[in-house]
């Protein structure tokens, strides 16, 4: 039986399938895709700082009308802050955005800088400072939870090693055909969730001949078999669309089961990117 919600490892529960706000422009694309998602049932919303759509996000959070506790939002800091003196900042700047008290998980966003990286440097001293700050802005409750996106097995050993609080999750790119296996094991074995995004590859993992088979047998969507999969590996996958009933269908994953046989072809697809 798959939990409809998995307890992280500071005890806060976090619900079992995200709806992710990747690519989806500020506006009514995300204001709308967001309320959908919470008026069928999503209860965990996922973004960030360099979406540029916090706003909009929020707006739809408030409009709906939930207890501010019955929703999980997660955002993240931009993986292009590296100085600890502007964490608060920029964390304050994502609260305001998206018209919240808290988040109930903030994130870095990624180990090392989306551009102008210093090539050869792993940033290593920098997450660590960064993450102080947000160790801070965990025991202040400006955050519920912390955690990190994109990190490595080398990141990820650098930050147990000096920091205070684990992370309760790593958010990766995590599909079929693309496992990153060190990644999880490390994570698993260091009780730190994995959080999948991109399960579908960007939609390009679609009309594969194995996976269609399996939404045939048992009369499920490509999308929903994905899911499916991921949550019987024990992640949490992040699924995003900006159509109504792709939406819905998205979190229709909880009355099937993939048997031995279907996740084993599922563990051995092999993807080529497109």
Known sequence: MIKTDYKLNNNI??????????????GDDAYNS???ALENGYRH???AYVYRNEKSVGQAIKDYGLDRSDVFVTTKLSANIKDSTLVREYALKSLD??????????????????????????????????????????????????????FLVKDLENLLEYSMVIPVLNQIKLHPGYLQE??????????????????????????????????????????QIILRWILQLGHLPLPKSV??????????VFDFNLDDEDMKVMNNFKYEAQ
């Open 182 to 223: 060190d990644i999880v094991e490390f994570c698993e074995n260091h009780q730190i969730l994995v959080e999948a995004y991109s399960p579908f590859a960007t939609g390009k993992i679609f009309g594969h001949e194995d996976i269609m088979k399996l939404a045939q047998k048992h009369n499920k969507t490509e999308a």
């Open 34 to 36: 967001t309320l959908w």
């Open 45 to 47: 919303i996922d973004t």
């Open 97 to 150: 955005n998206l018209g919240l008290d808290y988040v109930d998980c903030y994130l870095i966003h990624n180990a090392r800088p989306w551009s102008d990286g210093i090539e050869g440097h792993d940033y290593f001293e920098e997450n660590v400072a960064v993450y102080k700050v947000m160790e801070e802005l965990y025991d202040e409750g400006k955050v519920r939870s912390i955690g990190v996106s994109n």
């Open 13 to 26: 529960l976090i619900p079992s399938i995200g709806f992710g706000t990747w690519q989806i422009p500020d």
């Open 243 to 252: 159509t109504k009933e792709r939406i819905i269908s998205n979190l229709d």
